[in-house]
């Protein structure tokens, strides 16, 4: 069965640090999203990404945060300067935009020390 | 108001009981309505999606949804000790717009 698969599935970084989370979503997906979730807390949007573009994002993804997709398989969210808010298990996850729902990965977990 | 509200539970029920998990939401543009399961430290599984109003079954598990009272079921009949997890409820407007999540119900079966 087609999955999301993301890497790495744990990560430790210091504060004010660069990280790159890495996705590759189901083949023949077309929208392709990044969801955070902090510890004990509700799933969170961050930003959603169509056409080589991003189509929509929220609040919480600013300036520090950025996607890409450099390839036809990989999809990656990077964190430019990380703070210890940051901390957070990172979800990819993608749909074939028909309404069925999004499959997501494992997810990152994100420590920042 | 929060968008999408969900009691967090925790529910503990024996093997074999109906379980009833429920969601309310605010939102009247919500189109889709999906059930996700998840375990602990683990990405969310799609259960279940219905468009508008009505239900949808999936052997044990049966979906609601009543869009005139904004507010969605997720029913597991013959409940099992695998069952344990927690079930987030998610919308969505349109297709491809992001899912809005509630705060997920923590299930234990007990043996």
Same mark, same amino acid.
């Given at each position: 069965e087609p999955e999301v698969t993301q890497t790495p599935s744990h990560q430790v970084t210091q504060m004010g640090q660069e990280v790159i989370l890495r996705c590759v979503p &189901?083949?023949?997906?077309l929208y392709f999203y990044w969801y955070r979730q902090i510890l004990g807390q509700k799933v969170e949007f961050l930003v959603s990404f169509y056409n080589n573009e991003i189509s929509e994002k929220s609040? &919480?993804?600013?300036?520090q945060f950025s996607v890409e997709r450099p390839d036809g398989s990989n999809f990656t969210l990077k964190i430019r300067s990380t703070k210890l808010e940051d901390s957070a298990m990172y979800f990819c996850a993608s749909s074939g935009?028909?309404?069925d729902g999004a499959f997501f990965g494992q997810g990152t977990r994100l420590t920042v020390v | 108001q929060k968008e999408v509200e969900q009691d967090p539970g925790p529910l503990s029920v024996p093997e074999g009981a109906i379980v009833s998990l429920n969601c309310t939401y605010s939102?009247?543009?919500?189109?889709y309505f999906m059930w996700y399961r998840q375990y602990s430290r683990k990405g969310p599984e799609l259960l279940m999606y219905t468009y508008s109003s009505g239900n949808k079954e999936d052997g044990r598990f049966t979906a609601q949804v009543d869009k005139s009272s904004k507010y969605i079921s997720l029913f597991i009949r013959?409940?099992?000790?695998?069952?344990s997890a927690t079930y987030l409820c998610a919308m969505r407007v349109s297709g491809n717009t992001p899912l809005v999540f509630g705060k997920g119900t923590r299930l234990s079966v007990i043996a």
């Open positions: &189901i083949s023949n997906h609040e &919480i993804f600013d300036d935009g028909t309404g | 939102n009247s543009a919500f189109q013959d409940s099992q000790p695998s069952d």
